[in-house]
């Protein structure tokens, strides 16, 4: 996997998670003010919690059709992150990244620049209002049984690639259970639906930095 395509995956998966758990949005109008509360309420659950794992199926669209299909788990502590999918594993510890292709069977090490770390760092998207994205609420009031608020950023960039993003949160709990990330023009969008999510996890920091013994026949590129 050339790191364009990498890029590209990644964006999709964090793009999308990670909005459901962090994003923030500013608004003066009424119906904002109240959308702005609920993704306030939840991105504060996250951060107070020592450690937060999730359990995830992403799946992708072209022109409404799947085109793929992806399980993954993620833990969170601060700004650390450790993500596992299928055939990728990602440790970031807050300063160095890790990227693992199970494909290629090579460990990438870099360190994320301010602008990549907005489509990779999960926190960045604490920042998301400042990037132009109008906040309101949906009509959506269930899901898979469970009573949710139904949330949607609308990119005001016309020429953004992301257009929108809606989110589903739990009125109980603030918990996020699904993300609808739309591409521009409506042919490519991603929906992620969280199955599982456990806070108040006690992680190590090891856990965020990757470990020879992980994989010890990969190959290191180290591209600092």
């Not at 964006?11 to 608004?27: E, H, I, N």
């Not at 960045?124 to 109008?134: I, T």
């Not at 009125?171 to 199955?195: C, D």
């Given at each position: 996997?050339n790191?364009?395509v ?20 500013l608004?003066a109008?009424?119906?904002?003010e ?22 995830f ?5 072209q ?14 502590k ?18 160095t ?34 990037q ?33 993003i ?6 109980s709990?603030?918990?996020p259970?699904?993300?609808?990330l ?14 599982n999510s ?27």
């Amino acid at each position: 996997m050339n790191r364009l395509v990498y890029r590209i995956y990644m964006r999709r998966v964090f793009v999308s998670f990670f909005v459901v758990c962090c994003a923030l949005a500013l608004s003066a109008k009424p119906q904002q003010e109240r959308a702005e509360v609920i993704l306030a309420k939840t991105a504060a659950i996250f951060k107070k919690n020592s450690g937060v794992k999730l359990d995830f199926v992403m799946r992708s669209f072209q022109n409404n059709q799947v085109d793929g299909r992806t399980v993954g788990t993620i833990h969170l502590k601060g700004e650390k992150f450790m993500l596992k999918a299928e055939g990728l594993e990602v440790w970031f510890n807050g300063r160095t990244q890790w990227s693992y292709n199970d494909q290629s069977q090579e460990v990438s090490v870099t360190t994320p620049t301010a602008e990549e770390l907005q489509t990779i760092n999960p926190y960045s998207f604490l920042n998301l209002y400042q990037q132009g994205y109008a906040c309101r609420l949906g009509t959506l009031s269930a899901f898979n049984g469970r009573a949710v608020t139904e949330i949607i950023l609308t990119s005001k960039d016309k020429r953004r690639e992301l257009a929108s993003i809606t989110l589903y949160i739990t009125k109980s709990g603030y918990q996020p259970v699904f993300v609808l990330l739309q591409q521009r023009g409506n042919k490519v969008k991603t929906e992620i639906t969280v199955i599982n999510s456990l806070l108040n996890q006690n992680f190590s920091d090891a856990l965020f930095t990757y470990q020879k013994r992980t994989h010890p026949h990969a190959e290191i590129i180290d591209l600092r």
